[in-house]
């Protein structure tokens, strides 16, 4: 009985901490975020808003961010504790891959709806954000999901385990102590440089969510979104947005992994 408590209270807290620092990051840096999805837009930053209605979208983001979060970091963890045996070996990386990856599959389920919502409100700050989402649901959403996992499970597969061994580096060289501003600042390095070596896959991401229905950017094919991206703008449209893009992901990793310790660790 005392387990089953144990567990309980466990993905209770699993889920108030990353609830709470995933509306933590997407709140705070939401501006930042409006102004890297307007850089990738096909039409172009000042036809896109500019930064014009910087806050636009941020209602969907807001409703979007705690369950997401949560989901991932429940997903997440629960994943990692299956392994535990795991985590003292070279297999270590392969197990913050594998938890990370589900993490993300059960996450964009939550995510995708309020992601397309977000952006083309962001790209076109006149559009009715309830029927750009009863849209998506109605007739988008399946791969829109199929797109999202394409680049988020990369993205992840380069930022936690990434952080892992950051934290554990450091950990080691403390004698056995981490503080949570530590594991933050050792997120923050995690999420630039995933966010940098992944542009290019948010960048089509960017192009397919925004696309017209029936055209065939909207297709989803990423390999030829990606190539029809190279042809008309070269490698600096494939990095489009990156500097705000990093910096915005960098410092979500700081408030997003720090936050997340923090209550973490306050809850448990």
């Known amino acids: 009985m005392k387990n089953e408590l144990d567990k309980k209270w466990y993905s209770i807290s699993l889920l108030h901490a990353g609830g709470c620092a995933g509306m933590c990051v997407d709140l705070t840096l939401f501006p930042l975020d409006t102004i890297k999805t307007r850089l990738q837009s096909q039409q172009g930053f000042y036809k896109a808003g500019g930064f014009r ?30 392994f535990t045996g795991y985590s003292a070996t070279n297999l270590a990386p392969i197990t913050h891959m ?23 409100t962001q790209a076109n700050p006149s559009l009715n954000t309830y029927r ?9 959403v399946l791969y829109v999901y199929t797109v999202s996992l394409t680049y988020s499970i990369p993205f992840s597969l380069v930022q936690f385990p990434l952080w892992e061994y950051l934290k554990a580096v450091w950990w080691r060289r403390q004698g056995g102590r981490l ?9 923050a390095l995690a999420g630039g440089v995933a966010a940098f070596v992944t542009t290019p896959l948010d ?3 960017t192009w397919i969510m925004l696309a017209k229905a029936g055209t ?9 979104v990606l190539y029809e991206v190279w042809r008309s703008r070269g490698i600096p449209g494939l990095f489009a947005g990156s500097i705000p893009r990093v910096t915005f992901i960098s410092m979500g990793g700081f408030i997003f992994l720090g936050a997340y310790e923090k209550v973490r660790r306050m809850l448990l």
Do not use: H
């Not at 993490?103 to 709806?113: K, Q, T």
């Open 203 to 205: 960048v089509a991401k």
């Open 216 to 224: 065939s950017t909207a297709s989803g094919n990423i390999p030829e």
């Open 98 to 120: 594998l938890a990370a990856s589900l993490g993300e599959i059960v996450a964009c389920l939550i995510r995708v709806p309020t992601e397309v919502v977000k952006q083309r």
């Open 132 to 140: 750009v989402l009863l849209n998506t649901l109605q007739e988008e």
């Open 53 to 82: 209605g910087i806050y636009a979208g941020v209602p969907s983001a807001a409703i979007g961010s705690f369950p997401n979060a949560a989901a991932f970091f429940v997903t997440y963890e629960s994943t990692k504790s299956l």
């Open 179 to 187: 503080d949570s501003w530590q594991a933050a600042v050792c997120g």
